[in-house]
């Protein structure tokens, strides 16, 4: 409503003008009507018989037509003078109000006409004006709707220019504030690190100085331990030296007498091991089966075995002749496992060289 108002007081004058257009306007059709319908509703009652006469018209100066719009109705054509015949005079008047009527009829229609024309005159001027009042309250609208749109987006564009701002200062105040949390966190970092430094130091201070001590302690101990065994030393060297003389002559006597036992049992010994290996060799030749057209073969054998006779290795330091020869030797020596076991345990050995001669 109050849009309403604003907008007719901007556009005053022209809603004066309507005002006033749609008033002459309906005066004209108010007074119209009835000047038409009084002219109508008299009838015949204005109509008097007028005698007619013969006008020569030859006489009468020529009029110019008035325009279509000024025209009145065709009046009837005079009738030459006849002598007084009342149906004549009746038909006349009949006819003159015919045409009278007719003339009535056209001039309400042309009044009607013109009426329309102006009423739909009227009708385009106010809506011309219907249309250049809401082009223009549109024009408005949309001006004012702009203003509203450029407030907004100002009012926006200053709204997030002042969060920027809050944020820019939030952000730097953030920052200072990690600065100054990191500066503190370094300060007590540096002073703890600073604090353990001087503890470590001090502790290794003590601790050296601990070290010093038992080092000082422990060479001072040493030293009468030292000296302690070395007394103790020399004694046992002065007993020791007694008691190797007196070895000494007991083991050049036991010598003599073991040398003199060794000489004999050497000799038991020498021919034992020989008897255990003529054994091991009498063994093998029994086993070896002799490869054909091979004979006088020599060959240097060893063996390696347990304590119980159990054969390990087999290795030929020499050629039997051929490779036949060697195989054959070889398969004779796996072939005699377990080994004869020797007359005494002293004679074991764990590894046996002999020299292979099945022909002698």
């Known amino acids: 409503m109050f849009d309403l108002l604003g907008k007719i007081g901007e556009h005053w004058r022209a809603v004066l003008f309507a005002v006033v257009l749609h008033a002459l306007l309906a005066a004209f059709l108010i007074f119209g009507i009835q000047f038409v319908h009084s002219s109508a509703s008299k009838g015949d009652r204005g109509l008097s018989i007028v005698e007619a006469s013969v006008?020569?018209?030859?006489?009468?100066?020529?009029?110019?037509?008035?325009?279509?719009?000024?025209?009145?109705?065709?009046?009837?054509?005079?009738?030459?003078?006849?002598?007084?015949?009342?149906?004549?005079e009746?038909?006349?008047?009949?006819?003159?109000?015919?045409?009278?009527?007719?003339?009535?009829?056209?001039?309400?229609?042309?009044?009607?006409?013109?009426?329309?024309?102006?009423?739909?005159?009227?009708?385009?001027?106010?809506?011309?004006?219907?249309?250049?009042?809401?082009?223009?309250?549109?024009?408005?609208?949309?001006?004012?709707?702009?203003?509203?749109?450029?407030?907004?987006?100002?009012?926006?564009?200053?709204?997030?220019?002042?969060?920027?701002?809050?944020?820019?200062?939030?952000?730097?105040?953030?920052?200072k504030a990690?600065?100054?949390?990191?500066?503190?966190?370094?300060?007590?970092?540096?002073?703890?690190?600073?604090?353990e430094e001087k503890a470590r130091q001090e502790a290794e201070a003590k601790k050296k100085a601990a070290e010093q001590k038992a080092r000082a302690e422990a060479e001072a101990k040493r030293k009468a331990e030292a000296k302690r065994k070395a007394a103790e030393e020399a004694a046992k060297k002065a007993a020791a030296a007694k008691k190797a003389r007196e070895a000494a002559?007991?083991?050049?006597?036991?010598?003599?007498?073991?040398?003199?036992?060794?000489?004999r049992?050497?000799?038991?010994?020498?021919?034992?091991?020989?008897?255990?290996?003529?054994?091991?060799?009498?063994?093998?030749?029994?086993?070896?089966?002799?490869?054909?057209?091979?004979?006088?073969?020599?060959?240097?054998?060893?063996?390696?075995?347990?304590?119980?006779?159990?054969?390990?290795?087999?290795?030929l330091l020499g050629s039997c002749g051929s490779p036949a020869v060697d195989r054959s030797v070889v398969q004779a020596i796996r072939k005699s496992d377990p080994l004869p076991t020797p007359p005494s345990d002293n004679l074991f050995q764990s590894e046996i060289e002999f020299i292979f001669k099945p022909d002698q």
């Open 55 to 88: 006008v020569n018209t030859a006489d009468q100066p020529e009029r110019s037509n008035p325009p279509a719009d000024q025209q009145e109705a065709p009046q009837p054509k005079p009738k030459p003078e006849q002598k007084p015949d009342r149906q004549a």
């Open 90 to 175: 009746k038909k006349a008047e009949q006819k003159a109000q015919a045409e009278k009527a007719a003339a009535a009829a056209a001039a309400r229609k042309k009044a009607k006409q013109k009426a329309e024309k102006k009423a739909a005159q009227e009708q385009a001027a106010k809506q011309a004006a219907k249309q250049a009042a809401q082009k223009k309250a549109a024009q408005e609208k949309a001006r004012k709707e702009a203003e509203q749109k450029a407030a907004r987006e100002k009012a926006q564009k200053e709204a997030e220019q002042k969060a920027a701002r809050e944020k820019a200062q939030k952000e730097a105040a953030a920052k």
């Open 178 to 195: 990690a600065e100054e949390k990191a500066k503190r966190e370094a300060a007590e970092k540096a002073r703890q690190k600073a604090a």
């Open 249 to 263: 002559a007991k083991s050049a006597l036991n010598k003599m007498l073991a040398k003199e036992a060794a000489g």
């Open 265 to 315: 049992q050497n000799a038991v010994n020498q021919q034992a091991l020989a008897r255990y290996v003529q054994a091991i060799k009498d063994k093998v030749e029994g086993n070896w089966i002799r490869p054909p057209g091979v004979a006088n073969i020599s060959c240097k054998v060893k063996v390696t075995q347990l304590p119980g006779g159990q054969i390990t290795n087999v290795q």
